[in-house]
């Protein structure tokens, strides 16, 4: 185990290098560089060089690319051209909202998803399954920002039961009740994203749970006499569950893309809306280090969701 | 006479498959909505005159009526006309990716299948970290430094960015090509590896590709939308993404409901049609699926 442990992180790592490989030269590489898109166009040639020289973009790519990454290292992502701070304090402020949202949702999606993909596997052809596919498959079409505002037309503005933005008001802190405040928030947010991942994790689990349930054990475990749902939540759910969970680390990566969506859609203080903000200003530090920081939890989650199935079955371990 | 045979069976085997996507009740709903909104797309011209600019000050924000039939936005523009042209972009963004997506996904998947080694350690490495990488968040940069943002441009970036689905399907069934009989067969008759790569096993891995082709077709769609929410869109061209980004902008998705809605469910037609078509194509080519 420690073994694919290792292994594992430092394919993680090497991922990561490429990772801001890329970004540092899609951002630099491209035909509007960051410096003639930060000054105003009425200033100076001389003034324009001496702001290039300020950030260091009159050196060599390469040499950039190098300090770049030996600052990376050190935790500093820059400077934010609108807010004059560091990168890394703003979006460590940001960061946390973000990982909640998604972290709740990952988990709610999974709790929910995979026992209704196991029961109309189990179910399959029956008017639960064909309800529970026909839900799925319009759950993977919905666009996300329209679901985002239609729940809050209904739930935020004419019933007026949930917040309408944010994610805790202000005034309350500390105690229960900034607790119940902060999960009154995350709810809108919560089902808006679980609606796409919702259905892929559905799918993904009735299929395999269609092929295990003709695997050979399954026939035993009916013979010995074995009651048909605990042959379904004892036996078959386990092996069904790990294509499940193996999706569930390509999913992440996806569901941060729905995450900007949903922050923007809810006012969400999170990294996704932040890279909204950052668009309109367009403030470039911004969105390299809130990608670096995203593409860098995605990562993370996948090794752990990797080592979770190496962990659930044994046989991932040889490969 | 051994030609015409194989020519025979060929067919054969054709149509039944096609009679087994006329038989798919899913798949027709979606072969008919695709066909639908290409015609849509092609007589943009005809159904529906172009708006751009600013409309009549007294025509903002009608509800549909037979005048307006999904009603007017907050600038007094025709939503149905913005809507019907919208789908001629979407159907063009999803074009361009689809291309691009083959261009770059195929040669990659191909040549880690059927080498193997280190050209499949690097491809599928590669591969590997797009699949793992937020992409949209990396989408949402280059459209935000890119100089222009065409919707040619906005499609270009898209394209470059959906092919790893495509390089890991046409791998995997370059390598179950490459493991049947006759491909041995045609190597030792000495045939070019090149012409064994196009002819035999691109012909053989075409299918899942294709089933694959109208998935992409339907997230590029999606991701085309939510660049164009969040403004980072074609300012000249009409998408459906751009409507929603005007109706979120101007504050009226809470009073306006038509002015959201049409362009949502434009979106939801355009995505479940290819997803069903694929759904068909996938079941017709497969029967085992299918029954269950």
Redesign the interface.
């Known amino acids: 185990m420690a073994k694919y442990i290792t292994k594992r992180i430092l394919k993680g790592i090497v ?1 990561f290098l ?2 801001i490989t890329l ?1 540092f030269f ?2 630099r590489l ?3 560089d ?1 410096a003639t ?1 930060l000054m105003d166009p009425r200033m100076s040639e001389a003034h324009r060089q001496q702001l290039l020289k300020d950030f260091g973009l009159d050196k060599p790519l390469i040499v950039q690319y190098f300090s770049f990454l030996r600052n990376l290292l050190k935790g500093d992502l820059g400077i934010s051209f609108m807010q004059k701070r560091p990168v890394m304090d703003i979006i460590m402020e940001k960061l946390p909202w973000t990982l909640l949202l998604m972290t709740i949702t990952q988990f709610i999606t999974m709790a929910v998803g995979i026992p209704l993909g196991i029961y109309s596997g189990h179910k ?1 052809g029956s008017l639960f399954d064909q309800i529970v596919n026909a839900v799925a ?2 759950g ?7 679901l985002g ?1 239609t729940l ?2 209904i739930f935020g ?1 004419n019933l007026a039961i949930l917040p309408i933005g944010g994610a805790h008001t202000p005034g309350i802190d500390g105690g229960l009740e900034y607790f119940l405040d902060v999960g009154k928030h995350l709810i809108l947010p919560v089902i808006t994203l679980m609606s796409i991942y919702l259905a892929n994790y559905v799918l993904y689990t009735r299929g395999s749970v ?1 092929d295990v349930l003709s695997e050979d054990y399954i026939r035993t475990a009916r013979s010995k006499g074995m009651k048909e749902m605990r042959v379904l939540w004892k036996h078959a759910s386990k092996n069904a569950m790990i294509p499940t969970v193996t999706t569930a ?2 999913m992440i ?2 569901m ?3 995450a ?2 949903t922050e ?2 809810f006012a969400y203080p999170g990294v996704g809306r932040m ?2 903000q950052a ?2 200003q ?1 403030d ?1 530090p911004i ?2 280090g ?2 670096i920081i ?2 860098l939890s ?2 993370i989650m ?1 090794i752990i969701t990797d080592i979770l199935c190496a962990y659930l079955d044994p046989r991932i371990k040889l490969e | 006479m051994l030609e015409l045979k194989k020519k025979s069976s060929f067919r054969k085997r054709w149509e039944k498959e096609i009679k087994a996507f006329l038989n798919h009740k899913i798949g027709m709903i979606g072969l008919f909505g695709v066909i639908f909104l290409v015609i849509v797309a092609i007589l943009a011209p005809v159904i529906a005159e172009p708006v751009s600019g600013y409309g009549n000050y007294e025509d903002k924000l009608l509800k549909p009526s037979s005048e307006h039939l999904f009603g007017t936005d907050d600038m007094g523009l025709d939503l149905f006309s913005q809507v019907v042209w919208g789908t001629r972009s979407s159907i063009k963004v999803g074009i361009i990716a689809v291309i691009l997506a083959l261009a770059i996904g195929v040669p990659i998947g191909l040549i880690s299948g059927y080498y193997g080694g280190i050209f499949d350690t690097i491809g599928m490495g590669i591969t590997d970290i797009f699949l793992t990488i937020p992409m949209l968040p990396l989408m949402i940069i280059i459209a935000a430094i890119a100089e222009s943002n065409s919707i040619n441009m906005v499609a270009f970036i898209i394209g470059i960015f959906s092919w790893p689905s495509i390089a890991r399907i046409t791998k995997s069934s370059t390598l179950k090509v490459c493991g049947m009989q006759y491909i041995e067969a045609a190597k030792c008759l000495g045939i070019k590896t090149k012409s064994i790569l196009l002819k035999h096993v691109l012909l053989n891995a075409s299918t899942p590709v294709f089933i694959n082709l109208t998935i992409v077709m339907a997230s590029s769609i999606v991701t085309e939308s939510s660049i164009s929410f969040l403004g980072l869109g074609d300012p000249l061209t009409h998408s459906w993404g751009k409507i929603l980004h005007n109706a979120y902008q101007s504050g009226a998705f809470g009073t306006a409901w038509w002015y959201s809605l049409f362009p949502s469910l434009a979106i939801i037609f355009f995505v479940i049609s290819f997803n069903f078509l694929s759904m068909g194509v996938r079941d017709a080519l497969n029967p085992r699926i299918s029954r269950e």
């Open positions: 991922t490429i990772t970004t899609i951002v491209m035909p509007a960051p898109l399959r498959i319009f993977i079409s919905i666009f996300v920002p329209w505002f809050l037309y503005y269609i680390g390509l990566g996806r941060v893309g729905g900007v969506l923007t859609v890279i909204y668009v309109s367009q470039f969105l390299q809130a990608f995203l593409a995605v990562i996948n």
